[in-house]
């Protein structure tokens, strides 16, 4: 490493991916540069991070992983009530609709369309879930609710 000065910020880079390759799996909860898609629903936050759901309260603290899922999870919506969280994904391969309690639980898949499909919404009494779908446009391109 002393005779690739000029190259040693690669080569610590190669190494730091190396010695984090066993440890890999593991996620780094305090981390935060990678959530996305964040869903407010009462005191909780819904958020993508590596592909999985998780919660957490307003304040950062009581942080839950919700799915673990082979696919990704994408796409958090809350209930009115704070109940339920929609949610996009595709553990077939697929991108489908499913609804999980707020508090964690077994996930229950909404649609099975071949198309995508995306949770925008629940209905005012969260008894129904509003998505996306171009399922009804000929072309594929346009999403309806």
Known sequence: M?????????????LAILAAAPVFAQINTTDTRLLSQPAVGGDRIAFAYAGDLW??????????RLT??????????????????AFAGNS?????????????????????HPGGDIPQAFTPD??????TSARADFSGRYAHL
């Open 92 to 112: 077939d391969g697929n991108v489908d609709v499913y609804v999980i309690p707020a508090t964690g639980g077994e996930p229950r898949r909404l649609t099975w």
């Open 68 to 85: 673990t899922a082979v696919g990704d999870e994408a796409a958090p919506v809350f209930s009115p009530d704070g109940q339920w969280i």
């Open 2 to 14: 002393l005779r690739l000065r000029h190259r040693s910020v690669r080569c610590t880079g190669f």
């Open 55 to 64: 919660t957490a309260r307003t304040d950062g603290n009581d942080v839950r």
């Open 126 to 131: 969260g008894r129904k879930v509003l998505f």
